[in-house]
């Protein structure tokens, strides 16, 4: 803590991991040598970069820009760019940490990053955002590469701003490598991608299902947030039986006890892919309910899906949840649990995935973008998704392998830190100390 104060959410991120590794390291004491450990928290490099962009009323913006570089030690550095008002060193770091073990457990070749910028999208127009993300890369470009760091959407950073950088990494570089994953399917993007991490949740979900004898099929689901992860959790629920009766974004609930349907699945998707809108504008056109200022884990569900953003399940949260007899909790989010939250679920004996593990789907098809773009190819949508669904099902496997505990049982979050952890770490220890 004395070395990174003001940075909560890294500390939280980082205590999670530990908490899980104490016993292991005194089982395997050779992972305690080297310095590993203090390696590991630390990032390898971070960027910070002012971004001066001019709006549409000629005015100058400043914002603040960030790579951070946590882990190159098994493949160039992966991880998303997120554009939100909350973003700081902080959150960056926490995500770049996570980031290196979701990308280990995925079993390809990438090392973990995280970057992003303080802008808020909401209320800005196309131009306005094309200049900033052009800003962006004006300063961005000359730490990424193929084989270096390749980064990809996040939170505001989705398949338009995506193809603003990728174009102005493209102008600034004169090549056409992957730099970016996410692309758009006409300039190298992979089929699937904008579906992967929702679908990855949903498929991590019904593995651990499975194991107590049980699916989707007639379940009532909740999802939080309703941008790209969200989105395609609802989908595949759906596809797989649930009655999906929530989604939210940060101005309020939607609950809709008749349950998504496609239909209702395709109005929100316009309104929030294309028209740049709100929860509440869904609820207007629709006319459903929608619950100003509240999450959705006050629903009683049989499933909860936290896709909107850290620190938005609490305890109390939790708590409502058992009570109303939750079964499976899958986070499509980064961190959205809380550290009190996630035990209360495992100590209730709810099956509770960490989104390291869960949500790693979008990454995981990342790789599979940077594959194709390297074989200069596009595989078609089912080989994508046949791969994605092996990908959950060995990382569900390897949270068994590293998690069962002595009554049976499975703790995903410790299988999730262990498991990404060895991978990590042997190729650090096999690569000196650098
Ligand atoms: P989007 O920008 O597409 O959607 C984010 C959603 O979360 C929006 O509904 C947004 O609502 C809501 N949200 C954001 N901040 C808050 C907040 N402070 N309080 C309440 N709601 C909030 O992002 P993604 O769907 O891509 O990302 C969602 C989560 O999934 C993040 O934690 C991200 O790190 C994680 N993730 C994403 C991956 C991907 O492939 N995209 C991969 C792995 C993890 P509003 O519009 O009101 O801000």
């Known amino acids: 803590a004395a070395r990174n104060p ?72 992966k991880g998303g ?34 970057g992003g910028a303080d802008f808020d999208p909401k209320g800005k127009s196309a131009g306005e955002v094309m200049r900033f993300c052009q800003a962006f890369v004006s300063e961005l470009f000359r730490h990424v590469g193929a084989d270096t760091d390749v980064p990809a959407g996040d939170i505001g950073v989705g398949g338009r701003e995506i193809g603003y950088m990728a174009g102005m990494m493209k102008k600034l570089s004169n090549r056409a490598d992957c730099v970016f994953t996410g692309k758009g399917a006409s300039y190298g993007g992979s089929l699937m991608r904008p579906e992967a991490t929702g679908y990855g949740t949903v498929y991590f979900a019904q593995e651990m299902l499975k194991t107590r004898g049980t699916s989707f099929e007639g379940k009532r689901v909740s999802v939080s947030g309703s941008g790209n992860v969200a989105q395609y959790a609802v989908e595949k629920a759906l596809e797989l039986g649930a009655k999906v009766v929530t989604v939210s974004d940060s101005s309020g609930t939607i609950i809709d006890e008749d349950g998504f349907s496609i239909e209702k699945l395709a109005i929100l998707m316009e309104i929030k892919n294309h028209l740049y809108g709100r929860v509440s504008d869904y609820a207007e056109r629709t006319g459903v309910r929608f619950e100003a200022g509240v999450s959705p884990w006050h629903v009683p569900v049989d ?25 499976c909790v899958a986070e499509g989010a980064n961190m959205p649990t809380t550290i009190e939250a996630a035990k209360a679920f495992e100590e209730a004996g709810v099956l509770y995935a960490p989104g390291k593990a ?3 789907g979008g990454v995981a098809t990342s790789g599979l973008e940077m594959s194709q773009n390297a074989a200069r190819l596009s595989w078609p949508r089912e080989e994508v998704d046949a791969r994605l669904l092996q990908i959950m099902q060995g990382i569900h496997a390897a949270c068994k392998r590293y998690g ?4 049976g049982t499975v ?12 991978k990590v770490a042997d190729a650090m220890l096999a690569q000196g100390v650098i």
């Open 303 to 327: 499933i909860a899906l936290p896709c909107a953003t850290q620190n938005e399940l609490t305890l109390d949260d939790a708590r409502t949840l058992i009570a109303n007899g939750v079964q």
């Open 404 to 407: 069962t505990r002595s009554d």
């Open 6 to 77: 003001g940075q909560p959410e890294f500390l939280q991120a980082v205590t999670e991991v530990m908490d899980s590794l104490w016993p292991f390291l005194e089982q395997h004491p050779k992972y305690a040598e080297q310095g590993l450990l203090e390696r590991l928290i630390e990032p390898e490099r971070v960027v910070m970069f002012r971004v001066s962009w001019v709006d549409d009323h000629g005015q100058v913006q400043v914002n603040r820009g960030y790579r951070i570089q946590h882990s190159m030690a098994i493949g160039p550095y």
């Open 358 to 360: 869960s949500n790693a």
């Open 81 to 114: 760019i997120r554009f939100h008002p909350s973003v700081n060193l902080s959150v960056l770091k926490f995500l770049a940490f996570e980031q290196t073990f979701k990308n280990a457990l995925t079993t390809l070749p990438m090392g973990g990053g995280k």
């Open 411 to 422: 703790s995903y979050v410790d299988g999730a830190n262990i498991a990404g952890f060895v």
